[in-house]
């Protein structure tokens, strides 16, 4: 037995985790040489899943994070203060650190990696984003020597899921919501998913690996699927496309020799996508990563996002890559020699344009009374604002009111909405009940 | 300037690699410490794409293996006995490899990374399956904590072009085929291709990293898409499948905690995919591997199969590992520290379970004089051989014979062909004109 971990949780993940490792018949032969050393929980009390040697299992998480025989933490409690206290304190304690918590990253990535370069340790986080799926590895190793110039995901099950469902049964958001979160796919608290905060958290990590700087969290645009209407959905069915809740990070600057940081556009929203988008038939509680980059073109990665399972075989191929260094590294002189495709070594933050001045097509749909040359009166007001418009459909009648969908060309998304406040104040529009962005 | 390159071979994949290194901004920044200081090529005289200092291009390629100066050999060379002595020499020699030839690799791969591993150097191979795809650096790492079952792939863009335009207009094997070859998307002589050597060179060297043993090349059976024909197509469709060239690696045997080698069907022949599989929407010259698992569910990796730019990327992040484990480890003791998951360590041969004992579901298309009754002569000839029927359907007429189509459970291969042996002989049988398994 070589190297010792300590596990802080035993929820869902921990649990699997917990599992995979003591079940290794059949996996990498280097899970043989680590040894659960303590796992620490809230309560002793609480029926486990899982059967640990007596003293393993304590209530003192401070503990394990000072334990000096523990090489590697696993942050597995989630939340954000405390899970951050603890993994700043095990990498100031010379420990490698696991972890799949996607909110702590995000926000406080800068510290804690700054603190993990200065301890000479490494933090892994490959659980916190996709699942299961092996995507961070990826973007910091293989995709890196490729000039990367956009990453779009679907990257939360519980609104892929919701999307999916409202798409092939025409129901409406709050009747599939309320199913799912009887079904376990959604929280009773829906809020991190829904409004497109967990995708934001994990788009804001996905770009910095990708785009090799620092995001700041709160520059992150996010719009949830709240307001993605059946309606919608269905329009969009008629004219090629499918909703989905994607999280997109693309650079915006021309690449530059002296700037490491390009300018970057981040941002999570519902959007139309071409049904032959390899993106587009990604459903349920799948996720999938795009990358692309010249020379490579496109990658995608697919997979489960969510689960005990999964989630445990990304928190163990971490450690395993760290067990491999630590074993590889034994005889050596010191532990100072970091590998640069582990270690996380970014010093700036990346620029982040307003979503305003992003240029995308869009998706609108207005309600309108019945007048001859609503369409013109559309189609000349955008005009006005250099927005040219791609099709222009009047779909039906709600009641006495006619129902008009507009997809535009791509345009600067300020122009847009300046037109639409203009189109607003029209005596023949009713009301302009939908706006989505078209990838 | 630290890392000093050799590459053999400055053909499409060549050109590319040197483009990338010598185009550096915008890429990882370790790629800055590599030195481009030799390339071998056949002739001095033909016009480059590349522009490279007088004395870096030569002729001699014993010489580059044998540089002492070089730290890594890059073999771009393709062909089998050439570059199998040159890779030996190399390693021989105290130096890595970074290589793209599977047909090397998946015949001589026992020798050259027996050879690797006394030399403590490494081979890498990202680049030998699915052009820009990161597969081989996640099966090494990241998904080897799974007990992996089953590796399904489309690896072979040509195969897959050609099924794609077959489907999606009708047309025949023979006359996409010469429209291919004349896109430059099939090579003057197809056989490599559409005979499925190459998808049986891929899976062969999937299956070794999926399921840790040395794979016997010989015994991958092999059946290629000549025999596909566009009314099997179009009567797949309708059964709700595409046609897709498959590579299969499945582990037959139960896990046992003593044998490191479990036993394997390895194989690649056209294959019903139900339109729902995650493999059938794969079109084109793209690739795609799909890799199932416990405790991790399926992941999917997707993206181009093969062109300069994408397996340039694949060569390119082979050596940008080998450049991290180099820089890493320069104040090291010693280089002996070979890491687990870089190296192919693998001892014993899996064996290759035959064909014939496969169990897997078939469809087959007869031709029959229409007599009342055939459908139940067949039913009866599947029965006395233990084949139950999932679907038989009479499809149509093919001048004065009626086309009868057959898709079968789950069964043993080998019991197939012997009913349908029998039915052949059948008075009322004219001919079997496909047989094809479904996934």
């Avoid at 401070?62 to 993994?87: C, H, K, M, T, Y």
């Avoid at 490491?260 to 509680?285: D, E, M």
């Avoid at 590889?328 to 305003?356: E, G, R, T």
């Amino acid at each position: 037995m070589g190297i010792k971990l300590g596990i802080l949780g035993l929820g869902t993940v921990g649990t699997g985790t917990v599992q995979l490792l003591l079940d290794n018949v059949g996996r990498h032969s280097l899970l043989r040489e680590l040894e659960i050393w303590r796992v620490g929980v809230k309560s002793l009390d609480k029926p486990r899943e899982v059967d640990l040697p007596t003293g393993v299992i304590t209530t003192d998480l401070e503990s394990i994070v000072n334990d000096p025989q523990i090489d590697i933490v696993v942050e597995l409690i989630g939340g954000i203060d405390r899970a951050r206290e603890l993994i700043l304190k095990a990498i100031a304690n010379g420990k490698h650190v696991v972890t799949a918590n996607k909110a702590v990253i995000s926000r406080f990535g800068a510290e804690i990696f700054t603190a993990a370069n200065k301890a000479g340790v490494y933090v892994m986080l490959e659980a916190s984003v996709g699942g299961g799926i092996p995507v961070i590895q990826p973007l910091k190793q293989s995709l890196s020597v490729n000039r990367i110039h956009t990453v779009t995901g679907i990257v939360n099950g519980t609104t892929n899921y919701i999307l999916t469902r409202m798409q092939t049964e025409g129901s409406n958001f709050d009747d599939v919501l309320a199913d799912a979160q009887k079904l376990g796919y959604a929280e009773a608290d829906p809020t991190a998913d829904v409004d497109g905060w967990d995708a934001a958290d994990k788009i804001a990590i996905l770009a910095s690996l990708a785009f090799g700087g620092r995001i700041n969290r709160e520059e992150v645009f996010s719009e949830g699927i709240r307001q993605v209407s059946k309606t919608d959905i269905s329009y969009a069915d008629k004219l090629g496309f499918v909703i989905k809740l994607l999280a997109i990070a693309k650079r915006i600057s021309p690449l530059s020799p002296s700037s490491s940081c390009p300018t970057l556009s981040v941002r999570v929203h519902p959007t139309l996508v071409p049904k032959t988008h390899p993106l587009a038939s990604i459903n349920g509680v799948y996720n999938a990563i795009l990358v692309e980059g010249e020379p490579l073109g496109q990658v995608m990665f697919f997979g489960p996002g969510a689960g005990a399972g999964a989630t445990a075989s990304a928190v163990c191929s971490d450690i395993l890559n760290l067990a491999a260094r630590l074993t590889s590294a034994k005889s050596s002189s010191s532990s100072s020699n970091i590998d640069p495709l582990l270690a996380c070594s970014h010093q700036d933050y990346c620029p982040i344009a307003p979503v305003s001045e992003l240029i995308v097509r869009f998706y609108a749909r207005f309600l309108t009374k019945d007048q001859s040359g609503v369409i013109g009166k559309l189609g000349t007001c955008f005009g006005k604002y250099g927005v040219s418009l791609e099709s222009v459909v009047q779909t039906g009648f709600q009641g006495e009111l006619a129902e008009i969908v507009v997809v535009t060309h791509d345009v600067q998304e300020g122009k847009v909405k300046q037109a639409l406040d203009e189109i607003r104040t029209m005596e023949a529009i009713h009301s302009i009940p939908s706006l989505l962005r078209v990838i």
